[in-house]
């Protein structure tokens, strides 16, 4: 095999201590390890970086864990460098890049780089391409160069990208996705101008929707319930009566409580998290907001992780490890 | 010019004869105090629903008098709470007691 396809996911194993409250075990804690996991505009980060994948004619890719940015391999008999590959592309979930993944395979090959990372003005984007010599039984590769003794090969990347590491940034790829600026677009219907919904999605006669925004799958919107400008209310949440969401994001089966203003902020379960600040805030000891409890078994505190839906036949994945795991494209 | 001002702690968590207590307090204080009555939030860095209740009830207790009424806040997070529940747009709400001499101006540009 010449070329195999590794995609590292932020390890979910622990919460990471709240902000603001180190008594209370938040779910927005671990979002900060693990935002790039989260659906934006109802789309999947990691389902994108497959489709991109799969065009460069792979049929199968290996997910794994990583944490402190740092790929372990050699260790395991199932990751691909016990399957005879050449070449690794290595895509840290951590950023959404619009990139041409066969410029870069093309890039690496003429440069004879033994490690190619693409990058922008602002520095690494988490996407390399290593020599398949680089890698020794048992060691660490780092993803980010600076903690690397091997010489690395920079692809110059001038696309639209960014880095999906805080709630802010999360936020700021919503505001693009929803005016157009890059080219992922709200999973749903144009009802209006900026205007998205998703399937099965209920908005009451009295609520009213601002564009930019974006309402998820079986989401409900109660009566003078005001959702946008700028807001992405994700899948199956409640905002109740009379409750406004500007410039804000209500992550998957959030249940928003009547009369409230979410502004600047993001919004998960009982969670609260200002964009701003960062400050996190418990919400449920008020009343104000609470996890909705989903039909399906949800992994990993509450965030809807991964789920790969290959075109033949569902593979799903739903609880990243430690280990290495290979899943048909 | 210094005012002189009522400081009422908030009863956080307490028995509900502590906030009937704190409620007739308040009654009292925004009857026949010339000067701005705050409310002492701080200390403190949760709201629960009786909380919240009481907050709601005392931004109501103001509404039509003459009085001022100001809550002062120890923590971002419970300011962000009022903020959510949409007090910090009835009542000033303000982070330090040494804030508020500012209350004329709070009043004239409205409350954050």
Known sequence: MELAAVVTMPSLGQFAPAVEFPEVDSPISSIERAVSLLPILGNKLLQIWTDRIRGLGLRSLWLTSCSHDALHVGSDPQDPFRQGVERLLVINLASYAEMDLDDMLHFHCQNQSMVTEACDSNGWLGVSILNCSVAVSGRNIHTHTESSQVMRNAYPFRGYAKRIISPKERQELVADGLTGTCAMRPLGSELAQQVWIGENASLASSARVVGPSYIGD???????????????????????????????????????????????????????????????VNLEAGCLAHRIPSESPRETHGLDVVNIASREGETAWRCPSTEWRQVKL | MSVDRIVLPFPFGSKSVHRRAFRKQLRHALCFSASPVIVDLSGHRTL?????????????????????????????????????????????????????????????????
Do not use: W
């Open chain 2, 48 to 112: 629960d629903c009786r909380d919240i209740n009481l907050l709601l009830d005392c931004a109501a207790q103001v509404t039509g008098r003459d009085s001022q009424l100001i809550f002062l806040v120890g923590s971002l997070a419970i300011r962000l709470v009022l903020d959510v529940v949409r007090i910090s747009s009835l009542v000033p709400v303000l982070d330090a007691i040494e804030q508020a001499p500012d209350y004329g101006r709070i009043m004239r540009e409205g409350p954050r």
């Open chain 1, 218 to 280: 079986r989401t409900i919107v109660r009566e003078g319930a005001t959702i946008g400008p700028f807001a992405s209310v994700e899948h199956d949440c409640v905002v109740d009566y009379g409750t406004t969401v500007e410039h804000a994001a209500v992550l998957p089966y959030t249940h928003l409580a009547p009369g409230l203003r979410f502004r600047k902020a993001l919004a998960d379960g009982g969670h609260l998290q200002d964009l701003e600040s960062g400050t996190i």
